[in-house]
């Protein structure tokens, strides 16, 4: 399936070209003196450049459980054993949730285009519920470890922002 494509031309550009994604539609902006012909081999050229990148940066479930239990590793003294970590396409007023009763963590898979540290920022939150169920001093002691935790908390409330989602605030 082809995705909806947008052309942008600038006279302002004059060698580069650049593709990026926004509301489902790749948008590749494109110096204005290319020709007709000159566009569909860019367009093509940065379409497969963009699923590229974007394939690469996609963890399956799998790869999900694994990054966890390096974060817990890592950042909670493997403190913690998930059951399961997965993506979920029903989650829309939070980044991710954690049923600690059975251990499982759930990414909302709105974070799958967000970079890696942003991910593991979520991933890590979700993780230390499983030491402390609530968002008290001890919580926040684990997922300050993270060393961008504030830099992944804003870049989120930015992301919500911008997207005029209604996400509960994690204080």
Known sequence: MTPEVEVRRSHRRTRT??????????????????????????VDTMLGKLARTEQRGRRNDEQLMRRARELGRD???????????????NMTTRWGS????????????RL?????????YVLLHELAHLIEPNHNA????????????????????????????DLEPCD
Request: aromatic share 12%.
């Open 17 to 42: 070209v650049s593709a990026y994604r926004k509301d489902g539609t790749v948008i590749v902006m494109i110096p204005a003196r290319f020709t007709r012909a000159e566009e569909t081999e860019w």
């Open 75 to 89: 950042y909670l003294h493997g403190k913690v054993a998930p059951v399961s970590v997965r993506w979920v396409s």
């Open 98 to 109: 954690c049923t600690t009763a059975e251990a499982t963590i759930r990414l909302s898979d």
């Open 112 to 120: 799958r285009t967000m970079p890696a540290w942003v991910i593991d």
């Open 138 to 165: 001890r919580f926040w002691h684990w997922v300050d470890r993270f060393p961008k935790a504030e830099r992944a908390k804003g870049y989120l409330e930015g992301v919500a922002a911008a997207a005029h989602l």
